[in-house]
């Protein structure tokens, strides 16, 4: 979309409103602070009151832009230890396609859980070395199964910040598993997708 100068944290989202309809959605910002458009990830919801609009829509055709919103703000700056864990289920990898477009210079790990190969958005955004695909749907991922338990699996220094984005119950087994393996809670952060 254009962005018509829309400021915007790494992290926040924004509300979109097909000008046709009532309803409207959050959207975590998909493009990085500086880019000059405004992106997000969308996944079409069967009966959905926003998505399918979405989808159907036309280049040039004007939508209601509401925002930018939340707390999942994001600057590397402020953390003493710049070891990043960056955790995400489906479209949660929104915000840190975000991040990792804005600070390029990160030390990362970014795991993604998806069911299926084709649902894993361009991945080639990202150093190979710093991506795991989790599948749960095949085994032609870097992992077969779910993000948690690729997370169980790993050694994982406690100075790291762990960043979770996705379903709620992704987010609470991880961050168990994360308290575990003495991860301070103090440098877990979460956004939850309903």
Do not use: W
């Not at 036309?58 to 402020?78: A, H, L």
Request: one cysteine or more.
């Amino acid at each position: 979309m254009e962005r018509n100068n829309l400021q915007f944290q790494t992290g926040q989202f924004i509300m979109l409103k097909n000008l046709n309809s009532s309803a409207k959605r959050e959207y975590s910002v998909y493009s990085g602070e500086k880019d000059d458009y405004l992106e997000v990830l969308v996944r079409e919801i069967e009966g959905g009151k926003v998505s399918g609009r979405l989808k159907k829509l036309k280049p040039g055709t004007e939508i209601e832009v509401e925002g930018p919103f939340g707390f999942f703000k994001f600057n590397p700056e402020k953390f003493a230890s710049q070891k990043f864990l960056f955790v995400a289920t489906g479209t949660g990898i929104s915000p840190f396609h975000s991040f990792i477009r804005t600070f390029t210079k990160l030390d990362y790990q970014l795991v993604h859980g998806v069911r299926k190969k084709e649902e894993a958005y361009e991945h080639a955004d990202y150093e190979m070395e710093n991506i795991k695909l989790c599948l749960s749907g095949d085994e032609t991922g870097d992992f077969y199964g779910r993000v948690t338990d690729y997370l169980f699996t790993q050694k994982i220094d406690r100075e790291t910040n762990c960043f979770l984005c996705g379903n709620s119950e992704m987010i609470y087994e991880a961050f168990d598993i994360l308290t575990g393996k003495g991860i301070p809670v103090s440098n877990i952060y979460s956004e939850v997708y309903f």
